[in-house]
């Protein structure tokens, strides 16, 4: 896909770009509503009206019933999860076109096809509940609510795997084998009753006798920025600060939550900085753009990046620029609008809705 935005729009400079999005906020009205998920941009984030992780913004997306207008401002598989979300006379769109996601990418529609039919030996839905991370197609979604599965994100994996084992003897996880493991980790299931399905590799690389034991089936698939922190990097900071706090996302090897103080979702990360006490030091294992924001919310505490080595960035997610958002506001009518067809809508709208109810 290709897309570049007009000279006008790309040379403007910023105090032009936030007095215009003013402007068109003030004409649009209460018929608009911009999304702003934690990774953004900080002057992205000051632009939106409600800021969340991919589940609060989801669940905001499905109850805005008199919006007709929505600017998401995050990745492609979080517009396309809130046009499924909402009614046919509202309008989804996803201010930078090229955002997408490469965990997301990581699980293509016709590898899971294939490991699912493999699986079919082993009972199918019959004995497996296939649970989507928000992090997929929309493609991927309808095949999960169409095999009895929901979809899940890190604020409520705990809750998506005992749905899914109250119903069922194993669970299909896919894309993110870390935030699968560590999930299951929590819940109590052994090392050993857990397996990652290759899916480069003939029968995903497993025997049937390890199919036939596992209780949760992982696809091998990762974050790029939640990967790049090691457990020596916890080391490394506790080391240098005896009183530090450690916190990290789930979609981190499990090496580094067993580190950690606590591990949780954007939105768990962003509730212990606001509880912690003035004073406090805080390292952050997770996306770049969260972390300074922090930092610049409560200036009482020192919160920096784990590592102190790399910058975490989620690439997809910094594509959105204020020029982007203009853009969109004032030509969102000659634009396309994220749109999910049928019957992939339906199916995907069951294994959201299953995701909404699960707490």
Same mark, same amino acid.
Request: glycine share 6%; with cysteine.
């Given at each position: 896909?290709?897309?570049?935005?007009? =000279?006008?729009?790309?040379?403007?400079?910023?105090?032009?770009?936030?007095?215009?999005?003013?402007?068109?906020? &003030?004409?649009?009205? +209460?018929?608009?509503?911009?999304?702003?998920?934690?990774?953004?941009?900080?002057?992205?984030?000051?632009?939106?009206?409600?800021?969340?992780?991919?589940?609060?913004?989801?669940?905001?997306?499905? /109850?805005?019933?008199?919006?007709?207008?929505?600017?998401?401002?995050?990745?492609?598989?979080?517009?396309?999860?809130?046009?499924?979300?909402?009614?046919?006379? =509202?309008?989804?769109?996803?201010? %930078?076109?090229? @955002?997408?996601?490469?965990?997301?990418?990581?699980?293509?529609?016709?590898?899971?096809?294939?490991?699912?039919?493999?699986?079919?030996?082993?009972?199918?839905? #019959?004995?497996?509940?296939?649970?989507?991370?928000?992090?997929?197609?929309?493609?991927?979604?309808?095949?999960?609510?169409?095999?009895?599965?929901?979809?899940?994100?890190?604020?409520?994996?705990? &809750?998506?795997?005992?749905?899914?084992?109250?119903?069922?003897e194993k669970v299909f996880f896919f894309p993110d084998e870390h935030l699968g493991f560590n999930t299951a980790m929590k819940m109590g299931i052994k090392p050993e009753e857990t397996v990652i399905w290759d899916f480069s590799r003939e029968r995903g690389g497993l025997t049937v006798d390890q199919i036939a034991k596992a209780k949760v089936i992982l696809?091998?698939?990762?974050?790029?920025?939640?990967?790049?922190? +090691?457990?020596?990097?916890?080391?490394?900071?506790?080391?240098?600060?005896?009183?530090?706090?450690?916190?990290?996302?789930?979609?981190?090897?499990?090496?580094?939550?067993? +580190? @950690?103080?606590?591990?949780?979702?954007?939105?768990?990360?962003?509730?212990?900085?606001?509880?912690?006490?003035?004073?406090?030091?805080? @390292?952050?294992?997770?996306?770049? %753009?969260?972390? %300074?924001?922090?930092?610049?919310?409560?200036?009482? +505490?020192?919160?920096?990046?784990?590592?102190? =080595?790399?910058?975490?960035?989620?690439?997809?997610?910094?594509?959105?620029?204020?020029?982007?958002?203009?853009?969109?506001?004032? %030509?969102?009518?000659?634009? #396309?609008?994220?749109?999910? /067809?049928?019957?992939?809508?339906? /199916?995907?709208?069951?294994?959201?809705?299953?995701?909404?109810?699960?707490?």
């Amino acid at each position: 896909m290709y897309f570049t935005l007009p =000279q006008e729009y790309r040379s403007a400079p910023v105090e032009e770009l936030r007095q215009r999005i003013s402007d068109a906020r &003030a004409t649009l009205g +209460k018929k608009l509503l911009i999304l702003t998920h934690h990774y953004q941009r900080v002057e992205v984030v000051e632009s939106g009206d409600i800021i969340g992780d991919s589940y609060g913004l989801s669940k905001i997306a499905a /109850e805005q019933k008199d919006v007709e207008l929505i600017v998401f401002c995050g990745v492609h598989f979080m517009a396309e999860s809130a046009d499924i979300l909402t009614s046919s006379n =509202q309008m989804v769109f996803l201010p %930078n076109p090229l @955002a997408g996601c490469p965990m997301a990418d990581m699980a293509e529609m016709a590898d899971v096809l294939e490991a699912w039919e493999f699986l079919k030996e082993f009972g199918g839905e #019959k004995t497996i509940t296939p649970i989507s991370y928000m992090n997929t197609a929309a493609r991927l979604k309808a095949f999960t609510g169409r095999h009895g599965g929901l979809i899940c994100t890190s604020s409520n994996a705990d &809750a998506a795997l005992h749905w899914a084992f109250e119903r069922r003897e194993k669970v299909f996880f896919f894309p993110d084998e870390h935030l699968g493991f560590n999930t299951a980790m929590k819940m109590g299931i052994k090392p050993e009753e857990t397996v990652i399905w290759d899916f480069s590799r003939e029968r995903g690389g497993l025997t049937v006798d390890q199919i036939a034991k596992a209780k949760v089936i992982l696809w091998k698939g990762h974050c790029h920025v939640h990967t790049n922190f +090691k457990p020596e990097h916890v080391d490394q900071v506790r080391a240098d600060y005896p009183d530090i706090k450690v916190i990290v996302h789930p979609e981190c090897p499990h090496e580094v939550v067993e +580190k @950690a103080d606590a591990s949780g979702s954007t939105a768990f990360i962003v509730k212990y900085c606001e509880e912690a006490p003035s004073g406090s030091t805080i @390292a952050i294992g997770t996306e770049i %753009n969260l972390i %300074n924001r922090m930092a610049r919310t409560y200036p009482d +505490k020192t919160i920096f990046e784990l590592s102190g =080595q790399n910058c975490p960035v989620c690439a997809n997610m910094y594509r959105t620029t204020l020029n982007d958002l203009l853009y969109t506001l004032e %030509n969102y009518q000659d634009l #396309k609008p994220i749109s999910v /067809e049928e019957p992939t809508r339906s /199916e995907a709208l069951i294994a959201l809705e299953r995701m909404l109810e699960v707490v």
